[in-house]
């Protein structure tokens, strides 16, 4: 998504990862090289992407998000994407974007299949309206342990950066009180 937001122009962007970069990473995080392994994951984003276009102001923000900082790093964008790995951090965006007020474009991908929905706060649903409760351990497999084809990860990706252009430009219909599911292994969508 960070790709197609800076070929864009969209004017400032903010990298939130506390990883370095691993080589089992590149296959679904085509952001970053082979040289970069090792190097923050932010960090190595910010290079990339102004590399892409130097006139778009990137912030690499090098935290993990936690109940002490979400609030302050989000303050400062207008909108927030979240394709994090782990449902105590889709909580945790959702309703940091709720209290601010913030848009929230959500999405996540494992195996072949991903899921998207855009969040106006105090406007549509939000992930709690559609997810009230996180599934039980071991009911959803993990990145580690389903893994993730890369191209599902770049269909989801490329239609948070839609989603985020859409809200941005203040055109067309959001996929708003929607979820979009993706099925990769019979490439259909199916909306909810």
């Not at 040289?35 to 910010?46: F, L, M, V, Y």
């Not at 299949?113 to 549509?124: E, V, W």
Request: with cysteine; aromatic share 4%; glycine share 8%.
């Amino acid at each position: 998504a960070a790709l197609y937001l800076a070929a864009a122009g969209v004017g400032r962007l903010g990298i939130v990862d506390r990883e370095t970069l691993e080589i089992s990473n590149l296959h679904r995080q085509i952001l970053h090289l082979s040289a970069d392994i090792g190097r923050a994951k932010s960090e190595s984003a910010r290079i990339r992407l102004n590399a892409l276009n130097p006139e778009v102001r990137i912030e690499a923000i090098q935290e993990n998000l936690d109940e002490l900082n979400t609030l302050r790093v989000m303050q400062a964008y207008d909108l927030v994407l979240d394709g994090s790995d782990n449902f105590p951090t889709h909580y945790l965006v959702n309703d940091a974007c709720i209290l601010l007020g913030k848009p929230l474009v959500h999405a996540g991908a494992i195996e072949m299949r991903g899921q998207l929905m855009s969040i106006m706060p105090r406007a549509s649903a939000c992930v709690r309206c559609v997810f009230p409760e996180p599934p039980s351990f071991g009911a959803i497999p993990s990145c580690q342990e389903g893994g993730v084809l890369g191209s599902a990860v770049g269909v989801i990706g490329s239609l948070m950066a839609h989603e985020a252009l859409k809200i941005l430009l203040g055109w067309g219909e959001l996929l708003t009180n929607r979820l979009l599911i993706f099925d990769g292994k019979s490439s259909r969508f199916r909306e909810v």
